[in-house]
């Protein structure tokens, strides 16, 4: 053994680096081991580009309202992708810079090398051999590509190589309708591309609600064309590729690929900690302590694929940092699920889902944004919103949504579904006037007029109610 050291953490990503500042407050006895780019997939190829492009796309598609409401010279506004492109880079190495510049630098406390386990306390990175007390794993993931379609060579795209591209030919198929799919789909559509969303589900950007399902293909498929319900092969053929799914057969010029991401495990060598493996081949864990079985081993981020999202990433960084400089594994919380698809209307799901809830167990409020006054004034009123909520409590449990500004409805329910607050509760906040959330209010009054007592509460409470408090 080379080096000794209290922590060791492998992946300086999102995951990694909060775990390193959770490890940081106890000892500053740990190594962090990172193979590849720096600068996190979150700022380099992930959450930040993929949302500059969603902004410059949105703000050439206004246009159409602009041209209605008698903004005049809008028809000489033109996109040129790769100017686009190159402002999403500038965008995204401002980001990455900006991590980079608050880690460690390498040396001592960061090694550069790729890491595997030769037992469940040692590591080997290149030709060192580092045993630690305690290893936290956070590799991360990667998009996953079929391995035949490795053959297309640079017509494959994902989301790692499609904001390195100069320009964008012009006919692509995206393969996932997940959120990544939809919203990175959409975006290059609005920029002016043939866009072909193929999805072998028939639901869109993580929905589970059917209705709200249904009117998300209907509103997407009015920009994109959208073929669901069938696997995909790919073919190609002299300068294009062919996509065949189902009855459909479609040239086009490049394939993103967007159909989930695997873990990066393969080259950690894991089997040497004596860790269970489920049937899936993936690492049996514990969600709330993040401890592989009983080893001092601790698996946080997207290798765990439990929420492959940003906040929860950090999260798991945090809980396996806290429980790396501890003697026993502390069970944490989680919060309130909440996933937004930064598609337009934004696709949102809060607290639990339509298809986690049992039939017959919670009612439904809804409300229709085609007739929101505030969504006509900003020329968004396109969408659903459904709340779920206990019949006999009125207790508030999730909500899925296709709603204009949803992400900030869906924060505004995440509080309210982790207060345990009521629909009856939330009628007696104040809605400002004319406010998108008005239209929230509406699904939740269909909602509390459905609980148990609910039609006979007053919205404003009596003086003499224990309800909640006013600022009188
Ligand atoms: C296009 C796209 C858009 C997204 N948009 C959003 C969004 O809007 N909101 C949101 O919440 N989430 C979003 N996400 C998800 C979010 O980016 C991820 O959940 C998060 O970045 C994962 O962080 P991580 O720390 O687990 O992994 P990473 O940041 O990938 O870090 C893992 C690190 O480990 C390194 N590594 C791997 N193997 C080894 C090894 N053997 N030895 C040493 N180092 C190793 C890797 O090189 C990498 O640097 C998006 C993802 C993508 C791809």
Excluded at 130 to 135: F, K, P, S
Excluded at 260 to 267: D, K, L, V, W
Aim: one cysteine or more.
């Amino acid at each position: 053994v080379d080096r000794r050291v209290d922590v060791a953490i492998i992946g300086a990503g999102t995951a990694g680096l909060s775990a390193l500042k959770e490890v940081s407050k106890n000892t500053e006895d740990y190594v962090l081991i990172q193979d590849g780019p720096l600068g996190t997939t979150c700022a380099r190829v992930g959450c930040m580009p993929s949302k500059v492009l969603i902004q410059v796309a949105n703000d050439f598609h206004r246009r159409r309202e602009w041209e209605k409401s008698g903004l005049v010279g809008v028809a000489s506004l033109r996109a040129d992708l790769s100017k686009v492109l190159a402002y999403v880079r500038h965008w995204r190495d401002q980001f990455v810079e900006g991590v980079v510049r608050a880690m460690p630098k390498p040396g001592d406390k960061f090694v550069v090398g790729s890491a595997r386990f030769l037992g469940p306390d040692v590591l080997k990175v290149g030709s060192m051999t580092i045993r630690a007390r305690r290893i936290v794993v956070a590799t991360g993931s990667r998009p996953i590509v079929p391995k035949a379609w490795e053959a297309f060579g640079d017509r494959i795209l994902t989301t790692d190589t499609i904001f390195e591209q100069k320009t964008l030919p012009q006919r692509l198929a995206v393969i996932g309708g997940g959120a990544i799919g939809m919203e990175t789909g959409q975006a290059l559509g609005r920029l002016g591309l043939d866009v072909t969303i193929f999805d072998r589900s028939d639901k869109v950007a993580g929905l589970t609600d059917p209705e709200v399902n249904r009117l998300a293909v209907e509103i997407f498929g009015q920009e994109l064309s959208l073929h669901l319900g069938a696997d995909v092969a790919l073919a190609a053929a002299d300068d294009h590729l062919v996509v065949e799914a189902g009855s459909v057969r479609l040239k086009v010029d490049k394939v993103l690929t967007a159909m989930g991401r695997a873990p990066n495990i393969e080259t950690l060598d894991l089997h040497e900690t004596g860790c269970a493996f489920d049937e899936h081949g993936q690492p049996v864990y514990d969600h709330s302590t993040l401890q592989l079985g009983a080893l001092p081993v601790f698996l946080a981020g997207d290798v765990n694929q439990h929420r492959p999202i940003l906040h929860e990433t950090a999260d798991d960084g945090r809980i396996a940092g806290y429980n790396a400089v501890r003697n026993e594994a502390y069970c944490f919380q989680r919060r309130v699920p909440l996933a937004i698809a930064f598609c337009e209307p934004n696709v949102c799901i809060v607290g639990r889902r339509f298809s986690e809830l049992a039939p017959d167990s919670f009612v439904v409020g809804q409300i229709d944004f085609s007739r929101q006054g505030r969504a006509k004034i900003m020329g968004e009123s396109r969408g659903i919103l459904h709340v779920y909520a206990d019949p006999k409590s009125g207790e508030l449990l999730g909500s899925e949504m296709l709603a204009p500004r949803g992400e900030h409805l869906a924060h505004l329910l995440a509080l309210a579904v982790m207060g345990h607050m009521s629909v009856i509760d939330l009628l007696r906040m104040p809605f400002y006037h004319p406010v998108i959330e008005e239209g929230l209010r509406t699904a939740i009054r269909a909602a509390a007029v459905q609980v148990k007592g609910g039609s006979e509460r007053q919205e404003v409470a009596l003086c003499d109610s224990s309800a909640v408090s006013s600022l009188n």
